[in-house]
């Protein structure tokens, strides 16, 4: 997917304000920040499931290489084939060769977060190929040409009005405002897909190395559509959703429903292993399971590590001040939130997203909410740290923290400074107390006043005996 | 017990009022309180933009000037923090200081939480009365665990009636250089938290940092409210000149 | 060098020495994380927890009372009497109870499913089915209507029991094993939930046996 993080700002000040989106946000946080709570709170023994959770991934990190030649050697046991991808664009010309070696045509996708980094569909379309995406939300980005603003859910920004427009416009039916009727149609219309399909290409939420397995998760019905009728079947994944065993996988499932959208569980977990047996009724005859490095492997070893625990939950970005005020699209990437903050400049270069580690207060709620306790606001920091150490940063705001930090090391000049600047900040505020220009400060009395300062500094009273 | 007051660069220049409302909470608790002349910042916005030399070279002359107290009180949960936790992080890679940032790390407190749970004051100054409500500032409440504390001692004034706003604990928006860097986002959300002070119909808004109330007054006042008082959980507790109903 | 070489030379280089696991004792072991306390009485937590999930559920005797029950479900809400069922309940007196039942895969026009279930899990009140030759997978998934015979005796409490039940009964995994929990339901327009997204539109659990047969 093209990368757009280097207009954060100009995005976000857009999204700021954008009525419809503002209004479809607050809905997002009422409805996931409190139906996690609820959902957390019916689990008595959650910081322990929690604590294990995070064990689990940080085990699987730790060996990596281990788990995945378990998982390759256990899936190909059973007929199913695993490729390796190092860069989107192998991914792409992968699914392409599978198409192709199996004389697909027509293919049916369930939601992947994986394909998104992709841009696996315009691939397969610039091929000749037709691709249908069948996950609702992911079926309206489809038809209206957009990224998705949030990992979960998709098209958060989009109203019922906005869907009906959509659906008018391509499937030709009356208009309809009504959300059962409009999701009754979205399911007319793409049956008939699922049932024609030759390749149905889903991701894989985990990928278990004791049965070489994939796990997907999802409440539509659509990735079971996807993966059972369909000749062939294709996951794609990263390298990094590999989890030892059964019971491992279940410890997870435990708290990603729960911290997504508050579920207990999602309505569909499948489990699929292998290719239709000679005798069975259903299933796909080849399945080709496509493990994508495309930057995960060169986080191992660093600071960012913690971050390949990620168990896509979304919980980071529905609890975010920053993004439950300006929305998904501003991140300009594929992940948006915290969890963007940290993937997209690993993964499309440092450079390529300046602003994304830095528009965080580092409020910490982020890292209270994650079900496997990355530590995203350490994570966002030593982003930061490669700035400065890159020089990546604008020579004012170094050059600004310098001088700060070498006045802060002579109190005696500091002192003085401190002073005079207090005295002066006072007078500019004259009666009224509070400033509303602040030279090099445009950023906060754009929006809002700075309160004056007393006066005198606390240094200069307490040397000379004032109590209050 | 020696307690060294680190009064924080903020409350220094912008309101020395809050200094001086924690040495009198931390006298009327039966503390010997030294506040160390050469003071100036603890780091954190160093350490927050990324660059780690300037963050250490201050943080190592706070080690000095603060080892050799018993405890070092902060007026604010993000300094405190800073000292407390992020501390032994920053000299993670100079196992020569290990020894002296713990000892000045573990004896650091965020100032509600020193007169709660060490000092275990049992009355305050103050004579505050009347509707305020209470915002739990980010590293405060997450770094340090400060909740229950400035309620507790809320609840020893009773005048002070306390109207819990929505979303207390949610991020006013300040974090430092972002309430600059990002200003379209920093007033958004320092606006979102005025819209729920205004919903409790307190006539004070309360907060542990300064930074989070210079953010919140600063929104206040231009959205035409001049009314709500905004005051640091020391002021309102010490029952400095001016700060009672 | 391959990208399988790559990718693997550059996690193996990453990992320095940290303490190597022995991964076939791992999964060999596969030990189980914290579970959470549960009520012991599992078939009376299976109906609620389903029920919240918007599941029907109903109780039968024996397994002869399956086709009534159906029908009056079916009849109350005047849904058609044709179904698609596994064959393992072909043999069920469905005609008697006017129920035509044939025992094959579902086709995209079929309305009503009926299918047996591995096992029950009381912690979610979710439905555990097995792919297989019997077991077509079209038939929970294609039609409106879901109908799920379950035996109170495979209620188990969590999802750890039924993994441990099916290496005990089958070894490995079969190629699919589907979790069900409830009717398909999406929220993806404006955050409402709406039942019935690709899959069925209603789910009909019934129960069958006794309380005590249930080992728990």
Known sequence: ??????????????????????????????????????????????????????????????????????????????????HWAETADDVNRIVADIAVLHGVQRIVK????????????????????????????????????????????????????????????????PRTTQIAELCREAREVLRPGFLAADMGISGGNFIIAETGSVLIITNEGNGRLSTTLPRVHVAVTGIEKVVPTLEDVTTLLRLLPRSATGQSITNYVSVLTGVKGRDDADGAEHFHIILLDNGRSRLLGTELQPMLRCIRCGAC????????????????????????????????????????????????????????????????????????????????????????????????????????????????????????????????????????PAGRTFRDLYRVGRRA | MKVGLFVTCLVDLMRPSIGFAALRL????????????????????????????????????????????????????????????????????????????????????????????????ESVPGRYSGPLTYHDSCSGLRELHVQAQPRALLAKLPGVKLAEMCESSTCCGFGGTFSVKFGDI??????NKCVHIARTGAGAIVAGDLGCLLNIEGRLRRRGDLQTRVLHIAEVLAGEDGVCK | ??????????????????????????????????????????????????????????????????????????????????????????????????????????????????????????????????????????????????????????????????????RAEYGTPPRAVNFISGPSRTADVEQTVTLGAHGPYRVLIIVVGDARANPA
């Open chain 1, 1 to 82: 997917m093209q990368v757009t993080a280097m207009h954060f700002k100009r995005k976000a000040a857009e999204n700021l304000s954008n009525e419809k989106l503002q209004r479809a946000l607050e809905k997002l946080q009422t409805k996931f920040v409190n139906g996690r709570a609820a959902a957390i709170a019916e689990l008595p023994n959650f910081d322990q499931i929690r604590n294990a959770a995070a064990d689990v991934r940080e085990r699987v990190i730790n060996n990596l290489d281990r788990y995945l030649l378990r998982f390759e050697q256990e899936a190909t046991a059973r007929g199913a084939v695993v």
């Open chain 1, 110 to 173: 369930s939601k992947s977060m994986v394909s998104e980094e992709c841009g696996l569909n315009d691939y397969l379309e610039s091929q000749g190929l037709n691709v249908l995406e069948t996950d609702l939300g992911e079926y309206i980005l489809q038809l209206a040409h957009e990224p998705p603003s949030h990992i979960v859910a998709p098209v958060v920004h989009k109203t019922k009005e906005d869907i009906a427009d959509l659906f008018v416009d391509k499937h030709h039916r």
């Open chain 1, 317 to 452: 970005m529905n609890h975010c001040p920053v993004y439950q005020n300006i929305g998904g699209h501003a991140y300009g990437w594929v992940y948006p939130g915290p969890m963007g903050s940290v993937l997209t400049p690993s993964f499309v270069g440092l450079e390529n997203a300046l602003d994304l580690p830095n528009a965080s207060t580092f409020c910490g709620q982020c890292a209270v909410v994650c079900p496997v306790k990355i530590p995203l606001p350490d994570l966002m920091r030593h982003l930061r740290n490669r700035q400065v150490e890159r020089h990546l940063r604008p020579w004012q705001e170094r050059a600004a923290l310098r001088v700060w930090s070498w006045m802060a090391q002579h109190p005696a000049l500091y002192a003085l400074s401190t002073r005079v600047a207090a005295r002066l900040l006072r007078l500019f505020a004259g009666g009224k107390k509070r400033l509303s220009h602040l030279p090099g400060a445009s950023g906060w009395t754009e929006e809002r006043d700075m309160p004056a």
């Open chain 2, 26 to 121: 931390l006298e009327a608790a039966g503390c010997e309180v030294v506040v160390p002349p050469t003071q100036t910042c603890c780091g954190q916005p160093g350490y927050n933009s990324g660059d780690r030399i300037a963050a250490k070279t201050l943080a190592k002359k706070v080690l000095k000037e603060f080892d050799g107290c018993d405890y070092i009180v902060v007026p604010s949960g993000s300094c405190g923090g800073m000292i407390r936790v992020h501390y032994p992080a920053l000299f993670a890679d100079e196992p020569a200081l290990h020894e002296t940032v713990q000892r000045v790390a573990e004896r650091t407190y965020e100032l509600t939480d020193f007169l709660v749970n060490v000092a275990k004051l």
């Open chain 2, 186 to 191: 920093s007033a958004r959300m320092a606006d």
């Open chain 3, 1 to 166: 060098m391959s990208a399988r070489e790559n990718i693997l030379a550059r996690i193996g280089k990453a990992r320095g020495p940290a303490a190597a696991v022995d991964v076939d004792d791992v999964i060999r072991r596969h030990p189980r994380g914290p579970i959470p306390p549960l009520e012991k009485n599992l078939a009376r937590l299976f109906g609620e927890q389903a029920t919240r999930l918007a599941s029907d559920v109903v109780s039968a005797a024996t397994i002869a009372e399956v086709p009534d029950l159906v029908a009056r479900y079916l009849g109350e809400r005047r849904l058609t009497m044709q179904t698609v069922c596994w064959p393992g309940l072909a043999t069920l007196d469905w005609r008697a109870a006017g129920i035509e039942a044939q025992a094959r895969a579902a086709r995209g026009e079929d309305m009503v499913g009926i299918t047996g279930a591995f096992a029950g899990i009381a912690e979610t009140g979710t439905l555990m089915l097995l792919s297989g030759p019997q077991t077509p997978a079209t038939v929970s998934l294609l039609p409106e209507t879901h109908i799920a015979v379950v035996e109170n005796a495979r209620i188990v409490a969590t999802m750890e029991d039924a993994w441990d039940r099916l």
